[in-house]
Each structure stands twice: as C-alpha cells, then as structure tokens.
C-alpha cells in the first residue's frame, strides 16, 4: 500500500530542570551553590530524502518527539541537550498545520531540511542565581515545555512530465515501456492505484527525465469523485503534461470527448494547471478505427498530437524527443530565473 497523505502528532523535547545543591567538601563545609542547568530540548525538523519512496512509516506510527533535556547536577554540571527528531519524508512533501489548514513547511529537493519545532529551554540551577548579595540561593527554575502540533503530511510527487488519461489508456504501459519503472498494468479500469515515478534516459545526449504515472482520472475528479484530489495534486509540480488518449475509442469512447473532458478537470482543479506545456499521445493506433479518430480529432485540435502504439512502437521516438525538448526549455528558464533572482 502507497501512503501519500497521513496525520502525524510531533513535540519538541521539554527543557531539563534546573538543579538546587550546595557543595559539601570535607574542607568547605559551605562551599555554597552548585547546581547545574538542565539541557535544552530536541528540536523537530522535515527533512526530504530521496531514499524514502512514502509516508507509511508516518501512517502505523503516527505520534513522535524529540529527546527532553536531561536536567542539571551538582558539582556544577549541566544536563546534555536533547537529540533531535528528523521528520524524513519523500521530495515533494508538504506539511499543513491540521487545525488551521496552513502550509507549515515543503520540502522539494533531497537535504531540504526545515525547523518545524523548537525545543524548550533548560532550567536554570541555583548556581546561576549566585551573586555578592545572594551568596546562598534558593532559587532554580524548571524546563520549558517543547513546542508540539498535529499536522498533515502529502506528497506531491515531483516530476518533469505528468503522464494524464482516463483509466485504460495506456499510461502504464508506456512508462513500462521507456522508463526503469515497471508500474502494474492490466486489462481493466484502474490498474495503477498510486503514482508511479520512472526515469526516461537519452544516452546521445546524456540526460534523462521523470515521468509520473498519474492514476487515471474520471469526469468529476477536480470534485474529489472517485479519487479525484488525490491523484490530482500529484500533478500540480509537473514541468509538462502529457495526455494520452484511447484513439481506437475502446467501449464506446470519443477522443475528443476524454479530451476535453481532461482538460476541464485540470482547470476546475487548478487554473494554473493548463498554462503547463501539454503533450498529446495518441495511443492504441494498431487498432483498426484509430486512424480514422485521429484524423477526425486533429479537424478540432491545435495542439500538436503524437501517434503512438505501444503494442508496434510506432511513434515513440519522436514523443520522447518532443519530450526533452520542453523539459530542458523549462530547466533553462528556471536557471535564469534563478540566476536573476541571485544577482538581485
């Protein structure tokens, strides 16, 4: 079972207390104060990791802390500090404040690591409260409480190419085909029932793109029918979109129809969503009435379409090469932006 969203409980360490003891030498009988000062409690940090694929560790496990402060000694010796809990989650994840529904803090490349929560302050010992008029003192102070929060944590799965269609239309089949993931495909609706992450290599130009296998979407998915929220969120930090469509038209479907239909779910979901570069794969075009889909299809549609079969091969290399074009395109842009942004 993939876990891509769960609920977990998370506090800071508690500050160590403080310590009250006078010192007691066989030669200074009131060698006066000397208690130590608690430790300071474990903080709480997210961290992304490209070597944790989900968040089931989160889901059996849900409430975690950090370490509390040990608290002060005498003979004037402080408590050790509390170590700290590292949250280690997949790159992309987010996490929301669950009462107040905010963004907390995102992690979106590996190392990322953000303060979540802090731990509380040690106590102090009598020997702090030491001074030429107090040369007895009574006084310590406890630790502090370490802060603590409920919170939710999602992926959003990072990807250069988002790879969208109705159920049965091939996706799976496809990132089996040209990427190192090998995601479940079968002959029925909604084989694929979490995202899927392969990588697509071009060895002539020595680079290599994500592509994410997006669980198939239904009519009414940006309303959360079906499954809708949860597949659709894993679109929203894609580079580009590709939409492959049943071009035979298998039980009765119209390609222009899934297509549109897509398209309308994306925007309701996210408006933003649809200024994304998209990508039209044409599937199933070993099938006798595709040929005839097509033609009818491209009558409607501007955008540029690519025939492709993944039972002959037909077509592939010229989608994965239109594939890299608009990736890099974007990768260059996002450098120069950054650079902008570095200069100023």
């Known amino acids: 079972m993939f876990y891509d969203e769960v609920k977990v409980s998370l506090k800071a360490g508690n500050g160590g207390d403080g310590c009250?003891?006078?010192?007691r030498g066989k030669y200074e009988p009131k060698g006066g104060p000397d208690g130590g000062c608690g430790g300071r409690g474990g903080n709480v940090y997210i961290e992304g990791d490209t070597n944790v694929?989900?968040?089931?560790?989160?889901?059996?496990k849900p409430g975690w802390k950090a370490k509390n402060g040990e608290p002060g000694r005498g003979a004037d010796q402080h408590g050790a500090n509390g170590d700290d809990f590292v949250v280690k989650v997949p790159v992309g994840t987010i996490l929301v404040d669950r009462e107040t529904g905010d963004p907390v803090a995102e992690v979106l490349n590996h190392g990322d690591k953000v303060l979540i929560l802090e731990g509380g302050?040690?106590?102090r010992g009598n020997a702090e409260?030491?001074?030429s008029t107090n040369q007895a003192p009574r006084q310590f102070t406890l630790g502090k409480p370490g802060e603590e929060g409920d919170f939710r944590l999602i992926i959003k799965t990072i990807a250069d190419v988002g790879l969208i269609g109705f159920?049965?239309?091939?996706k799976s089949t496809l990132l089996n085909m040209v990427t190192n993931a090998h995601p479940k495909t079968g002959a029925y609706p909604f084989t694929t029932m979490f995202p899927t992450v392969g990588v697509l290599e071009y060895l002539e130009q020595y680079e290599r793109i994500t592509v994410a296998d997006i669980p198939g979407l239904i009519e009414g998915a940006s309303e959360n029918r079906g499954l809708g929220h949860r597949f659709l969120k894993h679109v929203e930090r894609c580079k580009v979109l590709l939409i492959m469509?049943?071009?035979?038209?298998?039980?009765?479907?119209?390609p222009i129809a899934d297509y549109r239909v897509l398209v309308n779910e994306l925007k309701l979901y996210m408006p933003g969503l649809v200024k994304k570069p998209v990508l039209i794969a044409a599937n199933k075009m070993d099938e006798p009435d595709a040929a005839a889909n097509?033609?009818?299809?491209?009558a409607k549609i501007k955008e540029k379409v690519?025939?492709?079969s993944c039972v002959s091969d037909e077509g592939f290399e010229d989608l994965k090469q239109a594939l890299l074009e608009q990736v890099l395109e974007i990768r260059q842009l996002e450098a120069e932006l950054e650079a902008e942004e570095d200069e100023s």
């Open 20 to 23: 009250f003891s006078f010192r």
């Open 53 to 60: 694929a989900d968040l089931t560790a989160y889901h059996f």
């Open 121 to 123: 302050n040690g106590g």
């Open 129 to 131: 409260f030491k001074s």
């Open 167 to 170: 159920p049965n239309a091939g």
């Open 245 to 254: 469509l049943d071009m035979q038209g298998t039980d009765g479907r119209e």
């Open 294 to 298: 097509l033609k009818a299809f491209k």
């Open 306 to 308: 690519y025939p492709i």
